[in-house]
């Protein structure tokens, strides 16, 4: 069974509007990174969660992870054509020892001018 | 943060044939991983490139088909060995320092196997 699950799975908002993704693991998350990937191209990383109830924000784009620390949301405010891309997060399941992580399957976002 | 960059950054490759991909990191870095990205897929990683010893592979891939090196702690290499088109993916490196810190990404390689 998939271990993070993501939704939704694609997006399409009008630009200006605001819209939030989520990502809910079955465990519980040691770290929950959020990233951002243009077709066929790398990931930008946007922002890494590691305590409950934790919340960051970078220019229009805010990050929560919940107490129990098994589900994140990404919310865009007012969304522009920039915003467009894949958003993927990527879990820390093993306590950082390990270092790799889990991924989602992603959300496409498409913002309509 | 961890600048990273990948060589080459696509290629067209035949059947049979191996293809070795290049990762270097602007500075000195703990750990560095490899991940696979198949078309319209997430990313799965293929293993942990650890300096001076050999990778850790995830289940699923091995070393016969995708060996590894890192020789030092800013770069690693990954060869994938006699392609098919099976192989054709986005591979991507990963690097981070100790446990916890935040996990930066290459621009990763296209490889389309005929």
């Given at each position: 069974?998939?271990?993070?699950?993501?939704?939704?799975?694609?997006?399409?908002?009008?630009?200006g509007?605001?819209?939030?993704?989520?990502?809910?693991?079955?465990k519980?998350?040691?770290?929950?990174?959020?990233?951002?990937?243009?077709?066929?191209?790398?990931l930008?990383?946007?922002?890494?969660?590691q305590?409950?109830?934790?919340?960051?924000?970078?220019?229009?784009?805010t990050?929560?992870?919940?107490e129990?620390k098994q589900?994140?949301?990404?919310?865009?405010?007012a969304?522009?054509?920039?915003?467009?891309?894949?958003?993927?997060?990527?879990?820390?399941?093993?306590?950082?020892?390990?270092g790799?992580?889990?991924?989602g399957?992603?959300?496409?976002?498409?913002?309509?001018? | 943060?961890?600048?990273?960059s990948?060589?080459?950054?696509?290629?067209i490759c035949?059947?049979?044939?191996?293809l070795?991909?290049?990762c270097?990191?602007?500075?000195?870095?703990?750990?560095?991983?490899?991940?696979?990205?198949?078309?319209?897929?997430?990313?799965?990683?293929?293993?942990t490139?650890?300096?001076?010893?050999?990778?850790t592979?995830?289940?699923?891939?091995?070393?016969?088909?995708?060996?590894?090196?890192?020789?030092?702690?800013?770069?690693?290499?990954?060869t994938?060995?006699?392609?098919?088109?099976?192989?054709?993916?986005?591979?991507?490196?990963?690097?981070?320092?100790?446990?916890?810190?935040?996990?930066?990404?290459?621009?990763?390689?296209?490889?389309?196997?005929l």
């Open positions: 069974s998939q271990e993070l699950e993501q939704s939704p799975q694609s997006l399409i908002v009008q630009e509007k605001n819209l939030t993704i989520n990502c809910t693991s079955s519980t998350l040691y770290g929950l990174y959020w990233y951002k990937q243009k077709y066929g191209e790398g930008i990383f946007l922002m890494m969660l305590k409950g109830g934790e919340e960051k924000s970078h220019e229009k784009i990050a929560k992870l919940d129990k589900q994140s949301s990404l919310h865009i405010t969304s522009q054509p920039s915003h467009a891309g894949i958003y993927l997060c990527g879990a820390d399941l093993y306590g950082g020892s390990q790799n992580l889990i991924f399957k992603g959300t496409k976002l498409s913002v309509k001018p | 943060s961890a600048v990273i990948q060589k080459p950054s696509r290629d035949q059947r049979g044939t191996s070795t991909i290049q270097q990191v602007d500075s000195q870095v703990t750990m560095m991983f490899w991940y696979r990205q198949q078309p319209g897929q997430s990313l799965t990683l293929i293993a490139a650890n300096q001076g010893s050999e990778a592979y995830e289940s699923g891939f091995v070393i016969d088909k995708f060996p590894i090196s890192r020789p030092n702690l800013t770069f690693s290499t990954l994938v060995s006699n392609m098919s088109p099976e192989d054709s993916s986005i591979y991507l490196c990963s690097s981070s320092g100790r446990g916890g810190s935040a996990q930066y990404f290459g621009p990763g390689t296209r490889l389309l196997v």
